[in-house]
T-cell receptor
C-alpha cells in the first residue's frame, strides 16, 4: 500500500549546496505535482507533469528544476539552495487531469537551508 | 484567477461539540470541490469531495454540500472526537489538473 513515497524525509543543507528530492508513485498515475508548504500560506505549486517526459511551471518555479523520465518518478532539484527555500515539500499524483480526481500526497520532505 | 478562502483558525473545541469550518471559492467554469485532512507529520489525504452543484460529500461523519449560489463548501461534523484534531484544507480542482488550496484550518479537540 505504498502510494506516493518521498525521499528523503528530512534534510539540512548549507546555502549554495544542491540536492534532489525523489518522488515515486505506484498507482500508474499520469499527473504528478510538487508543492511547498509554508506556515500560513497553504500549498503552493512549484512544478507539475501531465505525463512521462513532460513538465510545466507552477506558481513558484524559480530556483527549482524537475524531471519526469519515468512515469512513476518525479524529481525536484535545487541547484543552489537558498534560505528562502526552507520549507516542507510535498509530492502528489492524480490519475488524470479531470476535475473529479483527487490528489494523493506523500508524507513530505522537511528541508532546512542554513 | 481561482481562489479558495477558508475560515481562519485555529479552532479549539471540546469533544462531542459541533464543528463548522467555512470555505468559499471563486472559480471560472465548473470545478470539483474537496476537503483534505492533514495529520501531524503526514501529507494531505482526501476527506470528501463533491463534483457538481448540490452534491453532498460525506466521510467519517464529516459532510459538506456544494452550494453554487453561495459559492461555498462548508465542512461540518455533528460530534467531534480528539482524533479529529488535524489541519483541514478546502480545495477546488478544475480540468487539466489545476488545483487551488485554501490556507488550512487547524482544529484541536480537547477531551
Amino acid at each position: 500500500n505504498a502510494g506516493v513515497t518521498q525521499t528523503p524525509k528530512f534534510r539540512v543543507l548549507k546555502t549554495g549546496q544542491s540536492m534532489t528530492l525523489l518522488c515515486a508513485q505506484d498507482m500508474n498515475h499520469e499527473y504528478m505535482y510538487w508543492y511547498r508548504q509554508d506556515p500560513g500560506m497553504g500549498l503552493r505549486l512549484i512544478h507539475y507533469s501531465v505525463g512521462e517526459g513532460t513538465t510545466a511551471k507552477g506558481e513558484v518555479p524559480d530556483g527549482y528544476n524537475v524531471s519526469r523520465l519515468k512515469k512513476q518518478n518525479f524529481l525536484l532539484g535545487l541547484e543552489s539552495a537558498a534560505p528562502s527555500q526552507t520549507s516542507v515539500y510535498f509530492c502528489a499524483s492524480s490519475s488524470s487531469g479531470q476535475s473529479n480526481q483527487p490528489q494523493h500526497f506523500g508524507d513530505g520532505t522537511r528541508l532546512s537551508i542554513l | 484567477g481561482d481562489s479558495v478562502t477558508q475560515m481562519e483558525g485555529p479552532v479549539t473545541l471540546s469533544e462531542e461539540a459541533f464543528l463548522t469550518i467555512n470555505c468559499t471559492y471563486t472559480a471560472t467554469g465548473y470545478p470539483s470541490l474537496f476537503w483534505y485532512v492533514q495529520y501531524p507529520g503526514e501529507g494531505l489525504q482526501l476527506l470528501l469531495k463533491a463534483t457538481k452543484a448540490d452534491d453532498k460529500g460525506s466521510n467519517k461523519g464529516f459532510e459538506a454540500t456544494y452550494r453554487k449560489e453561495t459559492t461555498s463548501f462548508h465542512l461540518e461534523k455533528g460530534s467531534v472526537q480528539v482524533s479529529d484534531s488535524a489541519v483541514y484544507f478546502c480545495a477546488l480542482h478544475t480540468n487539466a489538473g489545476k488545483s487551488t488550496f485554501g490556507d488550512g484550518t487547524t482544529l484541536t479537540v480537547k477531551p
